[in-house]
């Protein structure tokens, strides 16, 4: 379940709302044509603001019925509540997901692994709204527990504060923890909410399967333009079949002896190049204690405002000549300077 082939990743596209049972239809059989895996339309849409469209509710559930019956696609929707992933199943949906405004949510996911108990059908958890790792896998582990399954993992982006380009801010670095934790947990990329917009989607969907993802989530239109609910982002099944066209469609590893030959080459070079940089970051801590000791016996503050910005200045210009972007220098030079601080400070208070 949830896994991909040797040419395509496993494939869930949709509108992102149930319109009208003719809406539907037409995008199903659109999209079957294009031998998609999972049909996905939502029917109780969670909105941000009141007033804008929450979707058709249960009256929806038997225009799925019929997608499934004439397209013989499997299909999926959003549940937020026991009572709605209890409809869904009464309506024969296949495959259940839980969105991010629910993920953060431990009594309501609570309360749809209590409903599913013991149920073997299989749901697929979006990341919280907010970048908290515990809480996505606090989500999964309760369905885990209730014996649901089987379960998958949807990376939708994060909601964030500042203007990006996304909507939602990817920051991968969250999914690929959450691999590193739960390796056999399929792991999808939802490059609509990420995007927030049409001219981004290859590129997300791209750099997720380059990072050996399972799957896409992707929503479909036959009228974006026209959509209830996230036109911006909403694609033609035209449109989409032209994304998946331009996929590259890499696998996750291969036999072939010359290629891990010299991939054992690369991988030896920065092993040592790591190793390095350990040195070197040692050597830094050392450096930083020394001076830690000093300013104690001047009483002169651990951090010196002037000096940091001063630091982060130069490395940007250095940086850029080596082709080293800002935000991965401050990133980098940040959590090495926050460590100084704590060298310091520990020096200081156990001389
Ligand atoms: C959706 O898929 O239409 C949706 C509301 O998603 P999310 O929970 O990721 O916002
Ligand atoms: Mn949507």
């Keep these: 379940m949830f896994t991909k ?14 319109e009208t049972e003719e809406q539907v239809l037409d995008i199903a059989h659109s999209l079957a044509s294009q031998g998609i895996d999972l049909f996905r339309a939502g029917i109780w849409k969670p909105r941000t603001r009141p007033g804008a469209f929450e979707g058709n509710g249960a009256a929806a559930l038997p225009w799925l019925r019929r997608v499934k019956a004439e397209t013989g696609l499997r299909t999926t929707i ?3 509540t026991g009572q709605q992933a209890y409809e869904a199943l009464k309506f024969g949906v296949d495959v259940l997901w839980i969105g991010a405004r629910t993920t953060v949510n431990p009594f309501s996911v609570q309360e749809i692994a209590d409903a599913l108990r013991g ?3 299989p749901v697929l958890v979006k990341n919280p709204v907010n970048p908290d790792l515990e809480l996505w896998i606090g989500a999964i582990e309760r369905l885990q527990n209730a014996g649901v399954g089987p379960i998958g993992a949807i990376h939708r982006g994060f909601s964030a504060y500042a203007k990006t380009k996304f909507r939602n801010a990817p920051w991968w670095e969250i999914p690929i923890e959450l691999r590193r934790r739960m390796p056999e947990l399929p792991l999808l990329c939802d490059n609509s909410h990420i995007c927030g917009n049409r001219d981004d989607l290859l590129e ?14 992707t929503e479909v239109h036959n009228r974006p333009d026209e959509a209830w609910s996230d036109a911006k982002q909403q694609i033609t099944p035209f449109a989409y079949g032209e994304l998946l066209r331009q996929l590259v469609v890499p696998q996750a590893s ?77 990133k980098f030079l940040s959590a090495v300077h926050q460590e100084s601080i704590a060298q310091q400070t520990a020096v200081v208070h156990c001389a």
């Design 254 to 330: 291969t036999d072939n002896p010359e290629f891990l030959e010299n991939l054992e080459h690369l991988r030896h070079k920065i092993d040592e190049i790591d190793l390095e940089m350990l040195n070197l970051l040692a050597r830094r801590m050392r450096c930083a204690q020394e001076i830690g000791r000093y300013k104690q016996r001047n009483n002169i503050a651990i951090l010196q405002t002037g000096r940091w910005s001063q630091i982060l200045e130069k490395s940007f210009a250095e940086g850029r000549k080596r082709g080293l972007s800002d935000e991965f220098v401050e």
């Design 5 to 18: 082939s040797a040419s395509r990743p496993y494939l869930i596209a949709g509108p992102c709302s149930a």
């Design 78 to 80: 959003e549940v937020a």
């Design 119 to 121: 149920v073997e059908v």
């Design 204 to 217: 997300v969907a791209q750099q997720a399967l380059d990072l050996n993802y399972d799957g896409l989530m």
